[in-house]
Nanobody, 122 residues
Framework: QVQLAESGGGLKQAGDSLRLSCAASGRTFSTYNMGWFRQAPAKEREFVAAVRGAPLTYYADSVKGRFTISRDSAKNMVYLQMNSLKPEDTAVYYC????????????????WGQGTQVTVSS
């Protein structure tokens, strides 16, 4: 069992930076692949970034080069550093955990946080 709690969302202007944090509970946290997803109003939840193993990182094309995912297994934390924010990054951001290798698909994630709102104004 893993419990996740996101923090760090807020209101930013285009071009600003923001770091989201995800605190995880559970002794087996290090065995999970961790992902960030986002959901904008009237849109489906979409993959943003994920980190597994080595660590290996994966990004959606829309955030590649601007966002960086990282994890600190000693602290049971996952982070999403977001730079050069754009209005289209506005969404609720969710942290999620899975043991599946299908890290791009929300349906393969077993545990989710409650989400944190990120709003980017132009």
């Amino acid at each position: 069992q893993v419990q996740l709690a996101e923090s760090g969302g807020g209101l930013k202007q285009a071009g600003d930076s923001l770091r989201l944090s995800c605190a995880a509970s559970g002794r087996t946290f290090s065995t999970y692949n961790m992902g960030w997803f986002r959901q904008a109003p009237a849109k489906e939840r979409e993959f943003v970034a994920a980190v597994r193993g080595a660590p290996l990182t994966y990004y959606a094309d829309s955030v590649k080069g601007r966002f960086t995912i990282s994890r600190d297994s000693a602290k049971n934390m996952v982070y999403l550093q977001m730079n050069s924010l754009k209005p289209e990054d506005t969404a609720v951001y969710y942290c999620a955990a899975t043991r599946s290798s299908n890290i791009h698909l929300a349906s393969y994630y077993n545990y989710w946080g409650q989400g944190t709102q990120v709003t980017v104004s132009s």
